[in-house]
């Protein structure tokens, strides 16, 4: 639900930055290590802009998906920014700050055989999105783009076991329960994109 109102407002912006704003739009797709993105951006002025995103990405001990409604601050008109993201999604990653989630093993009958704990975990919810990157024009302004970027997301919500990641064994089976719990969790996306101004 929240998700929805972002990207609602991020389109009402859209909408009222047509009559008075710079008219630049910018579509690219990022690629980085095992993972991929699209994204849409609207220069509101020439160091300001708002956009939408979706990306996944699937990197050793980061991983995730999500969507984003995003601004960008561009302090030297269009090249250098600073990014700031808001949406909905899901954060994989080794949980270094309190050990993971308690998971619990029962025998056949039910009698709890082991507990331990697991630092790969999933974080399902809010999601605030810094990063930062370089647009590099080339040609005419408003033409093709390379733009490299780093951004962090840090999810805000539900954590579970991250049952994809490739250090864990099979635990979807009845004997074990995974005690899920509201957490953090934080990944590192660096991108590289490409696209047309238009």
Not at 8 to 17: H, N, P, R, T
Not at 49 to 67: P, R, V
Not at 91 to 111: A, K, P, Q
Not at 131 to 139: A, E
């Amino acid at each position: 639900m929240v998700s929805k109102r972002i990207l609602l407002i991020a389109l009402l912006v859209l909408i009222a930055g047509t009559g008075f704003a710079q008219k630049s739009n910018w579509i690219s797709g990022d690629v980085s290590i095992l993972g991929a993105g699209l994204r849409y951006e609207r220069m509101l002025t020439p160091n300001f802009s708002i956009g939408i995103n979706a990306y996944y990405n699937d990197f050793f001990l980061f991983g995730g998906y999500g969507a984003n409604a995003a601004m960008r601050l561009y302090p030297r008109r269009g090249t250098f920014f600073f990014e700031l993201g808001l949406g909905y999604g899901v954060v994989n990653n080794v949980d270094i700050l309190d050990g993971g989630v308690e998971i619990i093993e029962y025998n056949s009958i039910g009698t709890v055989m082991d507990e331990f704990k697991s630092p790969f975990v999933s974080t399902t919810g809010f999601i605030v999105t810094p990063g930062l990157g370089w647009k590099i024009d080339f040609g005419a302004p408003g033409g093709f783009f390379i733009q490299p970027g780093i951004r962090f997301p840090i999810a805000i919500g539900n954590q579970t076991l991250w049952t994809d990641s490739m250090f864990i064994t099979d635990v979807s089976s009845k004997n074990y329960k995974v005690k899920e719990k509201l957490g953090i969790g934080a990944s590192v996306v660096i991108y590289v994109s490409m696209g047309l101004g238009f």
